[in-house]
T-cell receptor, first 111, second 114 residues
Framework: SQQGEEDPQALSIQEGENATMNCSYKTSINNLQWYRQNSGRGLVHLILIRSNEREKHSGRLRVTLDTSKKSSSLLITASRAADTASYFC???????????FGTGTRLTIIP | NAGVTQTPKFQVLKTGQSMTLQCAQDMNHNSMYWYRQDPGMGLRLIYYSASEGTTDKGEVPNGYNVSRLNKREFSLRLESAAPSQTSVYFCASMRGSDSSYEQYFGPGTRLTVT
């Protein structure tokens, strides 16, 4: 069964706007990661946040983690057409080296 | 540095045929993974290998076998393909064992079983 579930399933915004997508998970985690997948391609790692961190930034990406609510959010600021992709959260369980992926959010940036 | 490579990119099989999907990584990673991706299902783990010589089942192993040939290569075999195995298959690798949990993915193999 899927550990993470993203919300919304699909999101369309105008170029330049901010995009926020959420991930909820079920069990305790060691860390949570976000990946991007462009159409027809493999996944690309974006950012990792550890269970003892609450917020992390990387360029235009901001990730938050609330372990009490078992949820995370990914914010992409000043969106660009090139951000059009599917975004997945993935969790691991205390170093067993397996990731469990959510079902993804499909983001479309309208030029 | 090619990263993770997969062959073939596309394949069409008839029900009952067998085939092997090949994966190789040149990053000296310890861990390797096979996933399948179906519409609306995200990625599901088929098998993984934490190190050369070891393999373990993931969430959906039935109908598949794997071989960790050496540190670089991890193959996935379908012995008797079924239409339910129509999917996109991704191989991934991870350095592992040192708190680095980022996975690197190959470009995928699109498999259709008729």
């Amino acid at each position: 069964s899927q550990q993470g579930e993203e919300d919304p399933q699909a999101l369309s915004i105008q170029e330049g706007e901010n995009a926020t997508m959420n991930c909820s998970y079920k069990t305790s985690i060691n860390n949570l990661q976000w990946y991007r997948q462009n159409s027809g391609r493999g996944l690309v790692h974006l950012i990792l946040i550890r269970s003892n961190e609450r917020e992390k930034h990387s360029g235009r990406l901001r990730v938050t983690l609330d372990t009490s609510k078992k949820s995370s959010s990914l914010l992409i600021t000043a969106s660009r057409a090139a951000d059009t992709a599917s975004y997945f959260c993935a969790t691991d369980n205390f170093g067993n080296e397996k990731l469990t992926f959510g079902t993804g959010t499909r983001l479309t940036i309208i030029p | 540095n090619a990263g993770v490579t997969q062959t073939p990119k596309f394949q069409v099989l008839k029900t009952g045929q067998s085939m092997t999907l090949q994966c190789a990584q040149d990053m000296n990673h310890n861990s390797m993974y096979w996933y399948r991706q179906d519409p609306g299902m995200g990625l599901r783990l088929i098998y993984y290998s934490a190190s050369e010589g070891t393999t373990d089942k993931g969430e959906v192993p039935n109908g598949y076998n794997v071989s960790r040939l050496n540190k670089r290569e991890f193959s996935l075999r379908l012995e008797s393909a079924a239409p339910s195995q129509t999917s996109v298959y991704f191989c991934a690798s991870m350095r592992g064992s040192d708190s680095s949990y980022e996975q690197y993915f190959g470009p995928g193999t699109r498999l259709t079983v008729t």
